[in-house]
C-alpha cells in the first residue's frame, strides 16, 4: 500500500480516537463521580479540562506544526493523547483524571491541527475527494458511537475501559506514523502568536473557573467576581494583542465578514446548547432515573443515530442549497428539540425525551456538515487554516462554557426548588442545600435511603420534582442559545460572500477548491 494509504488510515484512526473520547465519556461520568467520589463540579472539569486545552492550543499548535514540521507534531500529539488516556485510566484522584483530561486536550489540540493538513499535503485531484470522504465518514461513525460504545465499556468492564481502549490505536497510529508518513512544513511559517495564546488561555480558564466556582458557592461570592473581571480583562487584552501583533494566531478582520461571523455564532451556539446539554441528559438518566450506562448509551443513540443520518442528507444537499438555510434551520430545529424536552415532572419517564431527542438530532445533522466549510469557504484558501481552527475553537468554548454556566443555573434552581419542597416535611425543613448537594454529586439514594421511613415519600418526590424543573431550566436556556444562534445564521450568511472568494481566486465551499489544512475535525463532534 502506497504511503499516502498509511497516512489517511492513522488520520481517521486519530479523528476516530479523539472524536470517540468526546461522547464516551460523558455516559460514564456518573459511574466515574461515584467511583472516584467526585464533587459536581469535579464532573464540570472532568469535561471542561478538555475542552478548555483544546480551544486555547488549537490555532498556535497549527502555527508550531507548519514551522517544525506537521508528522513531527503530529506524533508528538498522538504520544501526548495516549499518555493522557493512560493516566486516565489509573487516576486515583479527581485531580489526577482532571489534570489527565487536559493532557488529552492539548494532544487533541496537535492532532486536529495536523491531521487534515497531512491529508490535504498527500493527496491531490480526484483522491482527495476520496480521501476527505473516508475521512469524513469516520468522523460520522466515531460520533454516533460514543454513547454505546461508552455504555457497553461501563457496564461490561469499568469506567477506565474507556481510556483504555485508547492505548492501542495510540501505539499503532505511533508506530505506522513513524514508518510511513511524509514530513511537510509550510515554505513560510511565522513565529507562533506567543501572547495571543497567553491572554486566550487566561481569558477562557478565569471565565469557566468563575461559571463553575459560582455553582459551588454563589454568584456574589467575591472569587466569583473576582474570577469574571479577569476574564474580562484578559479577553480584551487578547482583543487588544490581536488586532497589534504581526502575525496573530486570530485575525480579527475575519470577524467583518458577516458569513464568517454567523458561521462561528452558529459554531458556539451549536456546541454551547445541545452538546453541552449531553452532560445534563446524561446526569438525569442514570442519577434520576436509576439507568445503567449502557441503557443510557442505549437512549442517547437516538439522537446521534438522527444526527448521523440527516447529516449524510445535508451534505448532499449543501451542493445545490444555500448553507444559510441548512445552518439556520439546523440550529432553529436543534432550539425546538431542546425545548420539547422540557416540561419534565416527577413522574416523568425518558420516553418524554424522544421527540427531543430526535428534533434536535436531526438539526445538528443538518448543522454539521456545511458549517465548517463554510468557514472556509469565505476567506481567501491561504487563510483557509486559520479560518478552520477558529471555528473550531468556538466550538470548544461553547462546550466549556455551557457546560459551566449549565451547572451554575442547574445547582441554584435545584436548592431553592428542594428547599421550598421540604419546608413543610417535617425533620427536613431548612435541609434543602445540604439534600441538594448529595444530589448533584450523585447521593440521591444514600440520602433517601438514610431519611425516615416516614418522611421519606416525601422527600424522593421532592428530589424528582426539583431535578426535573431544574433539567426543565436547562433545556429552555440551551434551547433560546441555539434558537438565537438559528436567527443570525439566517441573518449573517449570505451567498455573496461566497463568490467574493471566487471572484479573487479562491473556491466558495463545495465548489471543488483547495480543502483547509487545518481541521474541521470537532465539526461533526461536541
Known sequence: MERKWWTLVVVCAATFM?????????????????????????????????????AALLLTAGSLADRFGRRRLFLIGLVVFTA???????????????????????????????????????????????????????????????PILGGLITSGISWRGIFWVNLPIGVAAVAVTLVKVDESRAPHAHRPDWPGFGTLTAGLVSLVYGLI??????????????????????????VVVEARVAHPMF???????????????AAFAMNGSLYAMLLYLTIYLQDDLGYSALQT???????????????????????????????????LLVG????????????????HLIAGFLVAGAGSGLVNPPLASTAVGVVHPFRS?????????????GIAVGVAAYGSIFTAVLAHDLSRRLDGVPGLAG?????????????????????????????????????????????????ILALAGGVLALVLIRAKDFAAVAQQGGQPAGGGGQPPVRPEAAASAS
Open 18 to 54: 479523539l472524536l470517540l473520547d468526546i461522547t464516551i465519556v460523558v455516559v460514564a461520568l456518573p459511574d466515574i463521580q461515584r467511583a472516584l467520589k467526585t464533587s459536581f463540579s469535579d464532573v464540570q472539569w472532568v469535561i471542561d479540562a478538555y475542552s478548555l486545552t483544546l
Open 84 to 146: 493522557g488516556s493512560l493516566l486516565c485510566a489509573v487516576a486515583t484522584s479527581p485531580l489526577m483524571l482532571i489534570a489527565s483530561r487536559a493532557a488529552q486536550g492539548v494532544g487533541g489540540a496537535i492532532l486536529f491541527s495536523t491531521s487534515l493538513a497531512l491529508l490535504a499535503m498527500n493527496f491531490h485531484g480526484r483522491e482527495r475527494g476520496v480521501a476527505f470522504g473516508v475521512w469524513g465518514a469516520v468522523t460520522g461513525v466515531s460520533t454516533a458511537l460514543g
Open 213 to 238: 466556582r459560582a455553582s459551588e458557592t454563589s454568584w456574589s461570592d467575591t472569587g466569583v467576581i473576582i474570577c469574571l473581571a479577569l476574564a474580562v480583562v484578559f479577553l480584551a487584552a487578547f
Open 251 to 265: 485575525d480579527l478582520s475575519l470577524l467583518r465578514i458577516p458569513t464568517f461571523l454567523g458561521g462561528s455564532v
Open 297 to 331: 448509551g442505549l437512549r442517547i443513540l437516538i439522537l446521534s443515530s438522527a444526527a448521523t443520518v440527516v447529516s449524510i442528507a445535508s451534505g448532499r444537499a449543501s451542493a445545490f442549497l444555500p448553507v444559510r438555510w441548512l445552518i439556520g434551520s439546523g440550529l
Open 336 to 351: 425546538a428539540g431542546l425545548l420539547l424536552m422540557s416540561g419534565l415532572s416527577a413522574g416523568s419517564g425518558w420516553t
Open 385 to 397: 487554516g486559520m479560518a478552520s481552527g477558529v471555528n473550531t475553537t468556538f466550538r470548544q468554548v
Open 431 to 479: 435541609q434543602g442545600d445540604r439534600i441538594s448537594d448529595a444530589v448533584h454529586s450523585g447521593a440521591a439514594g444514600q440520602v433517601i435511603a438514610t431519611a425516615p421511613a416516614a418522611v421519606r415519600g416525601d422527600l424522593v418526590e421532592a428530589i424528582h420534582a426539583s431535578f426535573a424543573g431544574a433539567l426543565n431550566d436547562l433545556f429552555v436556556t440551551a434551547g
